[in-house]
T-cell receptor, first 116, second 112 residues
Framework: GAGVSQSPRYKVTKRGQDVALRCDPISGHVSLYWYRQALGQGPEFLTYFNYEAQQDKSGLPNDRFSAERPEGSISTLTIQRTEQRDSAMYRC????FGPGGDNEQFFGPGTRLTVL | KQEVTQIPAALSVPEGENLVLNCSFTDSAIYNLQWFRQDPGKGLTSLLLIQSSQREQTSGRLNASLDKSSGRSTLYIAASQPGDSATYLCAVRNTGGFKTIFGAGTRLFVKA
């Protein structure tokens, strides 16, 4: 079956613009995670959804970052007034179960964001 | 605050060798630990997931162990092949939360 998909795969934007990154999890997966990954580092947790409920947003770096998953499936990560330091690979992962399950995470290919 | 460290940062071995990658974590109150593989410019591929109640998991030539009390996990790769060349990441999820903390990874190169 289809894995986790993300779009766009590459996004170049100018400083100050807003961007929206999309994640389409594996069908039926309850949990959805957003991460940011810098070159040579492991992914850094941003936020977690259990169905449509955002249950942990402790990793969002500031209030320019927000995420939603209104119908418990597709999720959007929005960055307002982008800055050059926001440039990174943004990754999404999903897992079949909710918080109490085994939560093996499956990752999408990522969106490479470049802020000029 | 949970911190995850992977040693070594890079490793080069000849084909056919057995090898061990190490992952250590500072807070033993973990829910699970997952090992991933990442190829250059690509996404992360799940290798093994170990629940906190388990001691090890095996998949083919891979074996991952978990010692919560000492804050350590190892990934054993048997009979390494050039196709095993990649970065290997471990990730820890703590109990009572949803945040998953990754190590910086071990970059493995298997020479033919």
């Amino acid at each position: 079956g289809a894995g986790v998909s993300q779009s766009p795969r590459y996004k170049v934007t100018k400083r100050g613009q807003d961007v929206a990154l999309r994640c389409d999890p594996i069908s039926g997966h309850v949990s959805l995670y957003w991460y940011r990954q810098a070159l040579g580092q492991g992914p850094e947790f941003l936020t977690y959804f259990n169905y449509e409920a955002q249950q942990d947003k402790s990793g969002l770096p500031n209030d320019r970052f927000s995420a939603e998953r209104p119908e418990g499936s597709i999720s959007t990560l929005t960055i307002q007034r982008t800055e050059q330091r926001d440039s990174a690979m943004y990754r999404c992962a999903s897992s079949l179960f909710g918080p109490g399950g085994d939560n093996e995470q499956f990752f999408g290919p990522g969106t490479r964001l470049t802020v000029l | 605050k949970q911190e995850v460290t992977q040693i070594p940062a890079a490793l080069s071995v000849p084909e056919g060798e057995n090898l061990v990658l190490n992952c250590s974590f500072t807070d033993s109150a973990i829910y699970n630990l997952q090992w991933f593989r990442q190829d250059p410019g690509k996404g992360l591929t799940s290798l093994l997931l170990i629940q906190s109640s388990q001691r090890e998991q095996t998949s083919g030539r891979l074996n991952a162990s978990l010692d919560k009390s000492s804050g350590r996990s190892t990934l054993y790769i048997a009979a390494s092949q050039p196709g095993d060349s990649a970065t290997y990441l471990c990730a820890v999820r703590n109990t009572g939360g949803f945040k998953t903390i990754f190590g910086a990874g071990t970059r493995l190169f298997v020479k033919a």
